[in-house]
């Protein structure tokens, strides 16, 4: 059964045919199961925000979405591991070669409903810093400017078994710096915005953390 981020994200949009094929890098395709190496984060799982879940085994793809960043690609795989947690596996890729790899776990998704609602929830996103569960993230894309920016759009389109659907996605990525217990400079990533149907809009925050890709298994 899909959990009610996965619900949200593919069951409010009109749907289209289905590629008849779909290729996405490392050679991930829809019901791939993927392990991720999950031993460096396990020293590090107490200094991670409270909110922060680690896969508790392999992962099934359910979906794959794709979307443009200028001239580069961003995948994202996403997927159920078998206690029904899920997370999204993002691949930033240039021509075809992936150069980041980040495992995305949602813990935030609010949908206001009235304007006043989204005032109060919107809050700080879009400046210098944001404040979440304690911690604070510096703000990563757009760290140049001191003030508030605005989110930055993209047109994702996610693809299933059986259906091609089409979203905007609205995001700003932050992140904190923190060190490990043997004085090693780690790093939480805290990814948020608004993502957007034609029928419904919701807030989102997914905390992150980068994977070295040797530590990705595709079965």
């Not at 991720?36 to 991670?48: C, G, H, R, Y």
């Not at 795989?77 to 890729?93: A, G, N, P, R, T």
């Not at 919107?122 to 760290?143: F, P, Q």
């Not at 089409?166 to 904190?176: E, I």
Request: net charge negative; proline share 2%; with cysteine.
């Amino acid at each position: 059964m899909f959990g009610t981020y996965l619900k949200n994200k593919f069951g409010k949009k009109k749907e289209i045919p289905a590629a008849d094929k779909f290729y996405s890098p490392l050679r991930i395709g829809l019901h791939s199961t993927i392990e991720i190496k999950t031993v460096d984060w396990i020293v590090i799982k107490e200094q991670l925000n409270k909110t922060m879940v680690l896969p508790s085994s392999n992962m099934s793809v359910v979906a794959i979405g794709e979307m443009k960043a200028d001239d580069d690609l961003i995948y994202h795989i996403y997927m159920v591991d078998q206690s029904d947690q899920e997370f999204i596996l993002q691949l930033y890729c240039t021509n075809i070669k992936v150069n980041e790899a980040t495992l995305f776990k949602q813990v935030v998704n609010i949908i206001p409903l009235t304007e006043s609602e989204w005032d109060e929830h919107m809050g700080s996103i879009g400046d210098k810093n944001i404040e979440l569960d304690g911690n604070t993230y510096d703000r990563v894309w757009g760290s140049e400017h001191n003030g508030h920016i605005d989110l930055i759009k993209f047109n994702e389109t996610i693809v299933e078994q059986n259906k091609t659907t089409d979203y905007v996605d609205n995001y700003l990525l932050y992140g904190r710096t923190f060190k490990n217990l043997t004085g090693v400079d780690e790093k939480e990533l805290l990814l948020v915005g608004v993502e957007e149907t034609d029928e419904t809009a919701e807030i989102t925050m997914m905390l992150g953390l980068s994977i070295p890709l040797h530590n990705i298994n595709i079965q």
